[in-house]
T-cell receptor, first 115, second 111 residues
Framework: KAGVTQTPRYLIKTRGQQVTLSCSPI?????VSWYQQTPGQGLQFLFE???????NKGNFPGRFSGRQFSNSRSEMNVSTLELGDSALYLC??????????????FGPGTRLLVL | KQEVTQIPAALSVPEGENLVLNCSFT??????LQWFRQDPGKGLTSLLL?????REQTSGRLNASLDKSSGRSTLYIAASQPGDSATYLC??????????FGGGTRLMVKP
């Protein structure tokens, strides 16, 4: 079974631009979560989607948004990029939000550099 | 607000040593606790998941314990190998499907 895939793997943008990152979950998984990882703040939860609905959102500004499609694929968008948005963005999938006995499977991440 | 702390932040040991990584969390109302491994610049690999009703889980040379009442978990690695060198992260799942991560322990196993 194929794992979680994220595209693109690397991205360089300039301040003020916007960016869209994509995540394809493991087949059959309907819950997708996004995390931001930086050296200073560590791993922080961005948001979670299940059945095309956002269930939870972390403490990030409105410039960070996302969506989920009917095939469970998810995208996240960051508008008006700032230098501090440079990070590794990780996507995780799981069967369902209430599957507490199931682990979340993480993709390889998209490394975003904002210049 | 849940807070997760990992001690030590970094650890360097010679090959063959048994070692213990520590994780503590402030809110004991968790659904599960997971240990992950992260290699430099890569995503996370799940090592062990302990449900809130369990006390420990084992996989090969790894053993993780959970004491929910005291808000602590330990990851025990037996007979460490250079290939174990990585950052180890613990994460707790409480509200919804959100994971709260610790800062990680960066492990170096020297040949």
């Amino acid at each position: 079974k194929a794992g979680v895939t994220q595209t693109p793997r690397y991205l360089i943008k300039t301040r003020g631009q916007q960016v869209t990152l994509s995540c394809s979950p493991i087949s059959g998984h309907r819950s997708v979560s996004w995390y931001q990882q930086t050296p200073g703040q560590g791993l922080q939860f961005l948001f979670e989607y299940f059945s095309e609905t956002q269930r939870n959102k972390g403490n990030f500004p409105g410039r960070f948004s996302g969506r989920q499609f009917s095939n469970s694929r998810s995208e996240m968008n960051v508008s008006t990029l700032e230098l501090g948005d440079s990070a590794l963005y990780l996507c995780a999938s799981s069967l369902a939000p209430t599957a507490n006995q199931e682990t979340q499977y993480f993709g390889p991440g998209t490394r975003l550099l904002v210049l | 607000k849940q807070e997760v702390t990992q001690i030590p932040a970094a650890l360097s040991v010679p090959e063959g040593e048994n070692l213990v990584l520590n994780c503590s969390f402030t809110d004991s109302a968790i659904y599960n606790l997971q240990w992950f491994r992260q290699d430099p610049g890569k995503g996370l690999t799940s090592l062990l998941l302990i449900q809130s009703s369990q006390r420990e889980q084992t996989s090969g040379r790894l053993n993780a314990s959970l004491d929910k009442s005291s808000g602590r978990s330990t990851l025990y690695i037996a007979a460490s190998q250079p290939g174990d060198s990585a950052t180890y992260l613990c994460a707790v799942k409480d509200a919804g499907n959100m994971l709260t991560f610790g800062g990680g322990t960066r492990l170096m196993v020297k040949p």
